[in-house]
T-cell receptor
C-alpha cells in the first residue's frame, strides 16, 4: 500500500539554524510528493511539491528533492526564522488516484529567538 | 477572496446528535475532499467527490455521509455523533488534472461529549 513516514517532533531550533525534517514513503506506481505547512489555527497550505524523480521543489527558502532510490523527500531550510514555527506534513498522491493525498503524521517545528 | 470556506468553525455535540458540516469553494474545482485530523495521525481521508453528484469512500468513512448536489458545495454529515468523532475536520478541493495540489479550508473543530 501507500504510506508516508515522517520524523517525530517536536523539533526545536534556534533562529538561523539549519532545518531538516525527514520524510520517507512507500508507494505503488510513481507518486507525486508534497510538503504542506499548517500555522496555528489555520488550514494546511501547499509549501512545495515534486512530481518526478530528482525533481527539486522549493519555496520560501525551503527545499526538498524527490529521491526515488531512497524513497525520500526530506525538507530542508538553511536558516529558519521564528515565523517558520508550524506543523509540517509530508504527503503523496499516485497517478490515477483522483489526487487523493496520503499524509504523514506531521512534524511540529518550534523556532526560538 | 477565492478559496475554500468551512462552516461552522467550532461545534460541541452531545452523543447521538446529528449535524452537517458545509464546505464551499469558488475556484470551480472538480474534486473535493473531507479529512479528519487527529493528534499523531496526520490527516485521514473520510470521503471525496470527483464531480457534481458523485461521492466515494476514503480511508475512514464509517459514521459519516456526504453529498455533492452542487459543484461548489460538499457536505459532511454525522447522523449519530460519537465521542470517537471528536476531531478537527478539513475540507479541500483541487483541479482534476493529475498531481494537482489542494486548497484547504480553515477547519471545523468538533467536540462530541
Amino acid at each position: 500500500g501507500n504510506s508516508v513516514t515522517q520524523m517525530e517532533g517536536p523539533v526545536t531550533l534556534s533562529e538561523e539554524a539549519f532545518l531538516t525534517i525527514n520524510c520517507t514513503y512507500t508507494a505503488t506506481g510513481y507518486p507525486s510528493l508534497f510538503w504542506y505547512v499548517q500555522y496555528p489555527g489555520e488550514g494546511l497550505q501547499l509549501l512545495l511539491k515534486a512530481t518526478k524523480a530528482d525533481d527539486k521543489g522549493s519555496n520560501k527558502g525551503f527545499e526538498a528533492t524527490y529521491r526515488k532510490e531512497t524513497t525520500s523527500f526530506h525538507l530542508e531550510k538553511g536558516s529558519v526564522q521564528v515565523s517558520d514555527s508550524a506543523v509540517y506534513f509530508c504527503a503523496l498522491s499516485v497517478s490515477g488516484g483522483y489526487n487523493k493525498l496520503i499524509f504523514g503524521a506531521g512534524t511540529r517545528l518550534a523556532v526560538h529567538p | 477572496n477565492a478559496g475554500v470556506t468551512q462552516t461552522p468553525k467550532f461545534r460541541v455535540l452531545k452523543t447521538g446528535q446529528s449535524m452537517t458540516l458545509l464546505c464551499a469553494q469558488d475556484m470551480n474545482h472538480e474534486y473535493m475532499y473531507w479529512y479528519r485530523q487527529d493528534p499523531g495521525m496526520g490527516l485521514r481521508l473520510i470521503h471525496y467527490s470527483v464531480g457534481e453528484g458523485t461521492t466515494a469512500k476514503g480511508e475512514v468513512p464509517d459514521g459519516y455521509n456526504v453529498s455533492r448536489l452542487k459543484k461548489q458545495n460538499f457536505l459532511l454529515g454525522l447522523e449519530s455523533a460519537a465521542p470517537s468523532q471528536t476531531s478537527v475536520y478539513f475540507c479541500a478541493s483541487s483541479y482534476s488534472r493529475d498531481r494537482a495540489g489542494y486548497t484547504f479550508g480553515s477547519g471545523t473543530r468538533l467536540t462530541v461529549v
